[in-house]
């Protein structure tokens, strides 16, 4: 049974940093891509990240390129987002993902879903 878990969201002002943790278990990884997503109140879940387990090839929407990196790390089985300056409109809950193919998408097509981590920037 897969098992994401999201940490390190809290409040912080804006152009300030925070670095999410998705602690992953159940199964490796290798073949899998992991996402990033988030939802605003009132609007629909979106894509932010994503990186290719193995080989570590990573992607990003366009309105956190450049701000956010995703990471991974294979001993510990866990994928980072570091987001710098943060924005106001960064404010959602984030929420990892993890997809049972080496076929990056940017929609909510994702077999496996944490329970996601609120991340607050205010202005």
């Known amino acids: 049974q897969v098992q994401l878990v999201e940490s390190g969201g809290g409040l912080v002002q804006a152009g300030g940093s925070l670095r999410l943790s998705c602690a992953a278990s159940?199964?490796?990884?290798?073949?899998?891509?992991m996402g990033w997503f988030r939802q605003a109140p009132g609007k629909e879940r979106e894509f932010v990240a994503a990186?290719?387990?193995?080989?570590?090839?990573?992607y990003y929407a366009d309105s956190v390129k450049g701000r956010f990196t995703i990471s991974r790390d294979n001993v510990k089985n866990t994928v980072y987002l570091q987001m710098n300056s943060l924005k106001p409109e960064d404010t959602a809950v984030y929420y990892c993902?993890?997809?049972?193919?080496?076929?990056?998408?940017?929609?909510?097509?994702?077999?496996?879903w944490g329970q996601g981590t609120q991340v607050t920037v205010s202005s």
């Open positions: 993902a993890a997809r049972v193919s080496t076929m990056v998408l940017t929609t909510t097509r994702y077999d496996y």
């Open positions: 990186i290719k387990w193995s080989g570590g090839s990573t």
């Open positions: 159940g199964r490796t990884f290798s073949g899998y891509v």
